[in-house]
């Protein structure tokens, strides 16, 4: 019998349908529930690529005894994290708060007025390694309610009133300066990992946002650490076991300092930061190792996440059946050296077994290898590994393949939009550049209603019930903004102008702060507010970046003021935690820069989009505007006298011929219609 999850969007909800316990979405009638029937609230919030909460479902919501006791004495709420992030981090924060960490499963009790008052992760079927078992936690939480229902509520209202007194106040309007940017430079050098690229200990992140200040910080005042830092990082990674050797794309992060095990499960936001992140790489050093780790992300998101409907999902799981009926982690991707010889022969076998560093001991678990591609001596011949990988990749996609996270993201997809567009464009892929384009056609025919207003997410065409949050409206006008410089298509940048207007009124207050939910938001015991980036860039720190470019697109004040207030909170954090305001730092350099506007005029009527338009001069300046390192640079292209861009108005062919303008902190250099020039002026 299936229980109220049955109608959810999230494929996470409705892996618990089926539960015996009586789940219930969040929604007002299940805390007026608990309330009729004086009951406490267990809340359990995961997502579906979470390994943890696979096992806690399997050990404990699927039992049927723990299912009954559960049914009788609570209400129970599920809510999937990805779905509703600002319920997600008002409990979270809450559980940090009370016990030092976090995670997933996330696992907290709740007055029926949604106040928590006990918290915890993942626990076990049965006592194990001092932790109490789940049974004998809801039996001792049911025993408070019961026998000391004073003391409880004396807790929940400490903790709400707690949770009320850290609201975030960083006073300083001013956005950081060259100090600053230089402090957070030398902060990001002592964490750096100087022998295995990347920053801190086990378990390692991929660092996607800071390599975009290094490769942005760099470009504005030639620093070659940063840039060292940044490639040697993306390097690592790229030849570690994080990074798919047969099918492109990274995995969540890597469990040891040297980028060998991943945490198998493959998330979209991951790889629409790091195909950008290796697009700009290749931009600024031309490297071919760069240049491939692009293209594989992106074909891997374009094969394995793009949805029927022309979105992207969410996530693979790490998990998968090992060909023996059990879900096992990493089972879909590791390999033995009898697997290879199965699949090669014993030549070829040897060979593979060299090249991805496939050892008899093995690098995981039960003598089996993650592929690496181990720095070595010697030439291998090219034709006969690509042949090797062919082969590997075609007998791996007979392999039970991991399930997938269907629901599409509304902010994650912005990020993939301004990935592909920009990776398309750079590497003459318009079939990327049509994918992305895609993916925005949706966004707008699904997310966006008639004030413009977005759906978090959607899942088999149908948009989901939850708003969209602040990193929604800035990650989306961040992907549309990249369209538009690329494709040459006005509209995308009117639909950006259209989201970011809603940050304005609705999620930035008097003194410049930014919110997380908008000031007509469901009421959580606490309005979430989160500046710092983590796995993606905050809402506070992306609608800093894209209220920046809107500006110098459309010399905008409000939006650049607004810009420039949003980062007053790096200049507080940049300095003190630079690897976790990243894409903060990003923005800022984008301001320190100007950023710069260009405008490439070429003659006559509009092409198509994405097919470059116009004529072969128009079509070089175009590229070459696109291929410029300064950093947070816009570009508007289109036909003289076009109404498409701001940027474009009394905007003259130069002599006939196509030109480019580029200006800067509201001075313009001369139009000039030769790509050198234009290449100089936007890489010094």
Excluded at 61 to 86: G, I, Q, W
Excluded at 130 to 156: C, I, K
Excluded at 495 to 509: I, N
Aim: proline content about 5%; charged content about 25%; some cysteine.
């Amino acid at each position: 019998m299936s229980n109220r999850l049955a109608q959810a969007t999230s494929p996470y909800l409705l892996q618990h349908a089926d539960n015996p316990v009586d789940w219930w979405p969040w929604e007002p009638q299940a805390f007026e529930e608990a309330r009729r029937r004086d009951v406490p609230v267990l809340l359990s919030v995961g997502y579906s690529a979470c390994h943890w909460c696979h096992v806690m479902a399997h050990e404990s919501f699927e039992d049927e005894a723990t299912a009954a006791y559960l049914n009788e004495h609570f209400v129970s709420v599920k809510v999937d994290r990805e779905e509703r992030p600002d319920v997600d981090a008002v409990y979270m924060e809450a559980v940090q708060a009370a016990t030092g960490q976090g995670g997933w499963p996330m696992t907290v009790f709740l007055t029926p007025d949604a106040e928590p008052f006990y918290f915890g992760t993942y626990y076990p079927p049965e006592p194990r390694h001092g932790m109490p078992s789940f049974r004998q936690v809801l039996q001792g939480v049911h025993q408070a309610w019961a026998e000391r229902r004073d003391e409880v509520t004396e807790v929940s209202a400490n903790i709400v009133r707690e949770l009320a007194g850290r609201e975030i106040s960083y006073g300083d309007k001013e956005a950081p300066g060259e100090a600053e940017l230089g402090q957070a430079l030398l902060g990001l050098t002592r964490e750096y990992d100087a022998r295995r690229g990347g920053f801190g200990g086990a378990p390692k992140f991929p660092p996607s946002m800071v390599v975009e200040f290094l490769l942005r910080h760099h470009a504005r005042t030639g620093a070659q650490g940063a840039l060292e830092m940044a490639r040697d990082t993306c390097e690592r990674m790229a030849r570690g076991g994080i990074y798919d050797q047969l099918g492109g794309g990274f995995a969540r992060y890597s469990v040891d300092r040297d980028w060998v095990v991943p945490h198998f499960e493959k998330m979209l936001y991951d790889n629409a930061l790091l195909c950008r992140v290796y697009a700009h790489l290749w931009r600024s050093t031309g490297s071919d190792l760069a240049r491939r780790v692009a293209l594989e992300t992106a074909d891997f998101m374009v094969r394995e996440l793009r949805t029927a409907e022309g979105g992207f999902a969410s996530a693979l799981d790490a998990d998968s059946d090992d060909g023996t009926g059990r879900h096992v982690e990493g089972a879909y991707y590791v390999w033995t050296p009898a697997r290879l010889a199965e699949v090669l022969g014993e030549d070829d076998a040897a060979l593979a077994a060299q090249y991805f560093g496939v050892t008899v001991e093995g690098t995981f678990e039960h003598g089996a290898s993650v592929l690496q591609l181990p720095q070595q001596e010697g030439v291998f011949d090219a034709g006969r590994i690509a042949s090797v990988r062919e082969r590997l990749l075609a007998a791996r996609q007979e392999r039970p393949a991991p399930g997938r996270d269907d629901k599409v993201v509304a902010a994650w997809n912005g990020l993939a939009i301004a990935a592909l567009a920009e990776t398309g464009a750079y590497f003459d892929r318009p079939d990327l550049v049509d994918a992305a384009v895609g993916a925005a056609d949706l966004l707008v025919r699904l997310h966006l209603d008639e004030q413009a207003r977005l759906s978090r997410t959607s899942k088999d065409g149908r948009a989901g019930a939850h708003a969209g949050v602040l990193e929604d409206y800035a990650d989306v006008a961040e992907g549309f903004l990249a369209l538009a410089s690329v494709t040459g298509e006005g509209v995308w940048l009117d639909f950006a102008g259209l989201l970011l207007d809603h940050v304005l009124t609705r999620f930035v207050d008097e003194n410049g702060s930014l919110y997380d939910t908008a000031s007509d938001a469901e009421r959580l015991i606490r309005r979430p507010q989160d500046p710092t980036d983590n796995a993606t860039p905050s809402g506070w720190t992306a609608a800093a970046g894209a209220l920046l470019s809107y500006a110098a697109h459309t010399g905008s004040e409000p939006h650049r003021t607004a810009a420039e207030h949003a980062l007053g909170v790096v200049k507080a954090l940049g300095p003190r935690v630079p690897r976790f305001i990243g894409w903060g730092l990003a923005a800022a350099e984008a301001l320190l820069d100007g950023p710069r506007e260009v405008a490439v005029v070429r003659a006559g009527a509009a092409a198509g989009p994405g097919s470059g338009a116009g004529d072969d001069a128009a079509r070089s300046l175009h590229r070459t505007a696109l291929l410029g390192t300064a950093p947070g640079a816009v570009v508007a292209f289109g036909a003289e006298g076009s109404d498409e861009f701001p940027l474009l108005a009394d905007r003259p062919l130069v002599g006939g011929a196509p030109a480019a303008y580029v200006c800067r902190n509201f001075t313009c250099d001369a139009p000039t219609t030769d790509p050198e020039r234009l290449r100089a002026a936007l890489n010094s």
